[in-house]
């Protein structure tokens, strides 16, 4: 079955880093395009970042434009985000994201707290 496992969550001050990683399994990994979301206390969940299958395009939400990194490694079926300069307002769970077969798959989310 398909699992999307998220990890690299965790408490950071302000101004510092965290990569978040999220491997697949189930499907075959290469050949879609994985995003990864944010869904902070009280809000929506929203777009942050992803990635074509072959890792040669990305977009980004406008907040985390210039701080925040999405890539993957195909071969480790693994996909990446690198976030830099943090900020109390990226205080969120952060979800990896696959649409397979016209239907969306999520993992199971990782914590990432910005505070000091």
């Known amino acids: 079955q398909v699992q999307l496992v998220e990890s690299g969550g965790g408490l950071v001050q302000p101004g510092g880093s965290l990569r978040l990683s999220c491997a697949g399994s189930?499907?075959?990994?290469?050949?879609?395009?994985m995003s990864w979301y944010r869904q902070a206390p009280g809000k929506e969940r929203e777009l942050v970042a992803d990635?074509?299958?072959?890792?040669?395009?990305?977009t980004y939400v406008d907040s985390v434009k210039g701080r925040f990194i999405i890539s993957r490694d195909n071969a480790k079926n693994t996909v990446y985000l690198q976030m830099n300069s943090l900020k109390p307002e990226d205080t969120a769970v952060y979800y990896c994201?696959?649409?397979?077969?016209?239907?969306?798959?999520w993992g199971q989310g990782t914590q990432v707290t910005v505070s000091s």
């Open positions: 990635i074509t299958s072959a890792g040669g395009s990305t």
């Open positions: 994201k696959a649409n397979l077969w016209g239907r969306p798959y």
């Open positions: 189930g499907f075959t990994f290469s050949a879609y395009r």
